[in-house]
């Protein structure tokens, strides 16, 4: 048993033992791997720095050498030229950098003609050219006197049917689209108005009355219609919507609402021409300023004028001779040069 234990007991420590030596060979082994990789990575470099010190001098490194990247790569070695004292032959010139080669400018495009070739088109270039001036030359104008004539249009448009509303004791819409209607169907809305406002003032009926009446006037015949007016003194002028039937009517009067004018807008008119009298008031008065400013200017200029006159005309004959006597020395410095 004694031996059987000691056996053991050095079997235990001999696997002991070998444990520790794998244990240190493979320490050593790390640290050579280390060492050898620290070897490598430092040789790459100083290669790579003195390739880049041999590519700046011209001279390339040995055959064991490697390049920027760390890729072996075989150089041949600068060969040193011998000195030859007898030699004067000068230094080779640096050599010249390669010219650009030069590119030829591209041809400008050839843009199409904007001249006419033919006289017919000449003449039709040149006239569109004019009206094209005559366009830009009148076109404001145009605009100007339009929005004049419009503003004009409406301003008095408004003031009529303010007018006639009054006499008739109508809303201004309801009156205006009626009338507007009575022109659309080929009447007259002065007409139209004119004998509205005189069933008012004789039977002293309202203009919903008259209108009331007058929509009958399509059931009649013609002959019908003809001997009513003719009673009642209005023309056809003055009914033309009346005369329509009843849908015709129902469609122009849906038409000339929307363009009817309101009670805004106759405000509107009423407070611009106010502002328009203050302004010719107030433009005259700034006229009459500028007036009495240079009155005294012209009045002198005036004064001094007719007092040329006056004397010229008091001594005609002395004028005579000196008008005389300057054409006849004209006449000579000209006739002598």
Known sequence: MGKEQEVES?????????????????????????????????????????????????????????????????????????????DTTPPPPPPQPTPRPTVAPAPAPILPRTAPRTNAHRLDYTTRKWVNRIKRLVMPLITVFGARALWKGFNEGVKMIDTYRKQIGMNTAELDKWAKANQYAGGSQKAFLDTMAKFVKETGKSGDEFIEMMLHLNEMSKKEQEAFLKTKGYSEEAVALFLKNDNEIIRILKQTKEIAFSDDDVKTVKAFNEQWERFKVLSQGIGNIFIRGIQPV???????????CDLIVRHKTTFKVLLFTATTLSKVISSST
């Open 10 to 86: 050095l079997s235990i420590k001999l696997n002991i033992d070998t444990v520790a030596v794998i244990q240190g060979l493979t320490a050593v082994n790390n640290l050579f791997t280390k060492i050898s990789d620290n070897a490598y990575t430092t040789t790459v470099q100083v290669n790579r720095m003195l390739a880049a010190l041999g590519q700046l001098s011209g001279v390339h490194a040995d055959t064991n050498g490697v390049d920027l990247n760390g890729t072996p790569y075989r150089r041949a070695t600068a060969e040193p030229t011998p000195p030859n004292d007898a």
């Open 298 to 308: 012209f009045t002198a200029v005036l004064k001094l004028v007719n007092g040329i």
